[in-house]
């Protein structure tokens, strides 16, 4: 249920409330984007790495309700996840995500889900006008399991977001035979996403679970950020209480879905 920690000294995005592309390195690979038919919406894209890029404009059409509710699998009774807001999230700034992403995500996951393996994402997002955009989806080489999933070769997604300029804006999951939730392993990547960018999400996708496809989660902020910053502990384990009385982790606030915002695809789990 968690792909391996992004190396926040390797990315030193820091969480700056007026984010800098400055922070970023300088591509060594262009990536050129050429729309074939602009009244399709959609692009052909060139990328120097093992495996193509697509392009999407979305109808909102296929958009699904999410539907939220408590969980116990791997769960320990600190990390429930909470409808409310943490203390912070007024200060958040707003973050759009595509509305096919999560459907795109699950067809490239296919066949690791047939075969309860997890599947892994990261989400690359730009910064624009006061909202981060979720303009990408790196699904990266990985090594999965039913209950895990991590991602290696790390240096190629650094280089896919260092190329675009975009900040690392969460990551996304899939629960192929469990709920909806995220585990202690999970609330640990997700503390390394937070640490880097206040706003980043996990998105975790259950296509068995009963009650809800996917949910979309943060850390609560001082509550469960604080405990994850003082905890040490690898594989699952339980966590201690919240300071301030909290569940570790929330569903999204200012998280909205929009169904024109374009979004690239990178897989480089594919071969030259």
């Given at each position: 249920m968690s792909s391996r920690r992004y190396d926040t000294n390797a990315l030193r995005c820091g969480t700056h409330s007026t984010p800098s592309k400055s922070m970023y390195l300088d591509a060594q690979q262009a990536v050129r984007c050429q729309a074939t038919d602009p009244d399709?919406?959609?692009?052909?894209?060139?990328?120097?790495?093992?495996?193509?890029?697509?392009?999407?404009?979305?109808?909102?059409?296929?958009?699904?309700?999410?539907?939220?509710?408590?969980?116990?699998?791997?769960?320990?009774?600190?990390?429930?996840?909470?409808?409310?807001?943490?203390?912070?999230?007024?200060?958040?700034?707003?973050?759009?995500?595509?509305?096919?992403?999560?459907?795109e995500f699950m067809e490239l996951a296919k066949e690791n889900t047939s075969n309860n393996l997890?599947?892994?994402?990261?989400?690359?997002?730009?910064?624009s006008d006061g909202t981060y955009f979720v303009t990408m989806l790196i699904i990266p080489k990985q090594e999965g399991t039913a209950h895990s999933c991590q991602a290696v070769n790390e240096e190629e997604i650094h280089a896919v977001l260092s190329e675009q300029s975009l900040y690392p804006a969460g990551w996304i999951h899939t629960h192929p035979s469990q709920t909806c939730f995220l585990s202690s392993i999970d609330l640990h990547t997700q503390y390394s996403y937070q640490v880097m960018l206040p706003e980043a999400v996990a998105i975790v996708v259950a296509p068995t679970d009963p009650t809800r496809s996917y949910g979309i989660f943060r850390l609560?902020?001082?509550?469960?950020?604080?405990?994850?910053?003082?905890?040490?502990?690898?594989?699952?384990?339980?966590?201690?209480?919240?300071?301030?009385?909290?569940?570790?982790?929330?569903?999204?606030?200012?998280?909205?879905?929009n169904p024109n915002l374009r979004f690239e695809i990178v897989d480089l789990r594919s071969g030259a």
């Amino acid at each position: 249920m968690s792909s391996r920690r992004y190396d926040t000294n390797a990315l030193r995005c820091g969480t700056h409330s007026t984010p800098s592309k400055s922070m970023y390195l300088d591509a060594q690979q262009a990536v050129r984007c050429q729309a074939t038919d602009p009244d399709v919406g959609s692009c052909a894209v060139k990328h120097h790495f093992p495996s193509p890029i697509v392009s999407w404009i979305e109808d909102l059409s296929s958009f699904g309700n999410v539907s939220l509710g408590p969980d116990t699998e791997y769960v320990d009774e600190q990390a429930r996840a909470s409808m409310g807001q943490s203390s912070t999230s007024s200060n958040l700034h707003d973050m759009q995500i595509s509305v096919r992403l999560t459907d795109e995500f699950m067809e490239l996951a296919k066949e690791n889900t047939s075969n309860n393996l997890e599947t892994c994402g990261i989400l690359g997002a730009s910064f624009s006008d006061g909202t981060y955009f979720v303009t990408m989806l790196i699904i990266p080489k990985q090594e999965g399991t039913a209950h895990s999933c991590q991602a290696v070769n790390e240096e190629e997604i650094h280089a896919v977001l260092s190329e675009q300029s975009l900040y690392p804006a969460g990551w996304i999951h899939t629960h192929p035979s469990q709920t909806c939730f995220l585990s202690s392993i999970d609330l640990h990547t997700q503390y390394s996403y937070q640490v880097m960018l206040p706003e980043a999400v996990a998105i975790v996708v259950a296509p068995t679970d009963p009650t809800r496809s996917y949910g979309i989660f943060r850390l609560t902020d001082p509550g469960g950020m604080e405990v994850l910053r003082g905890c040490d502990e690898s594989g699952f384990h339980t966590h201690r209480e919240t300071t301030d009385g909290s569940p570790i982790y929330e569903t999204c606030s200012k998280v909205h879905f929009n169904p024109n915002l374009r979004f690239e695809i990178v897989d480089l789990r594919s071969g030259a």
